[in-house]
């Protein structure tokens, strides 16, 4: 079993910052994919971005990459998305998922066997 949760959601004007954090408890592997994705009412979960535990592989959806930037200290079990030049259209609940069943990369949401919370962003014109 593998526990999340993500923290640093908020309220932001366009052009700013956030960090949201996520913390993993329970046993995950250095080939194991670590994502977020993000949702808005009423649409599906989409990708956002993507690291292997091991630091190793990264992945950004199209409309992130040069503004978004994610990381993790394997150390502290956490995995980190920096999310800078934020737009209105960022606005959505961002959730960190992982799986125990993918070794390497995957953006299919089926794949992610564990879900934190969720955090929200709001980023204001």
């Known amino acids: 079993q593998v526990q999340l949760a993500e923290s640093g959601g908020g309220l932001v004007q366009a052009g700013g910052s956030l960090r949201l954090s996520c913390v993993a408890s329970?046993?995950?592997?250095?080939?194991?994919?670590m994502a977020w994705f993000r949702q808005v009412p009423g649409k599906e979960r989409d990708f956002v971005a993507l690291?292997?535990?091991?630091?190793?592989?990264?992945d950004y959806i199209d409309s992130v990459k040069g503004r978004f930037t994610i990381s993790r200290d394997s150390a502290k079990n956490t995995v980190y998305l920096q999310m800078n030049n934020l737009k209105p259209e960022d606005t959505a609940v961002y959730y960190c998922a992982t799986t125990t069943r993918i070794f390497g990369t995957t953006v299919g949401i089926h794949d992610y066997d564990y879900w934190g919370q969720g955090t929200q962003v709001t980023v204001s014109s």
């Open positions: 690291i292997t535990w091991s630091g190793r592989d990264t």
């Open positions: 329970g046993r995950t592997f250095s080939s194991n994919p």
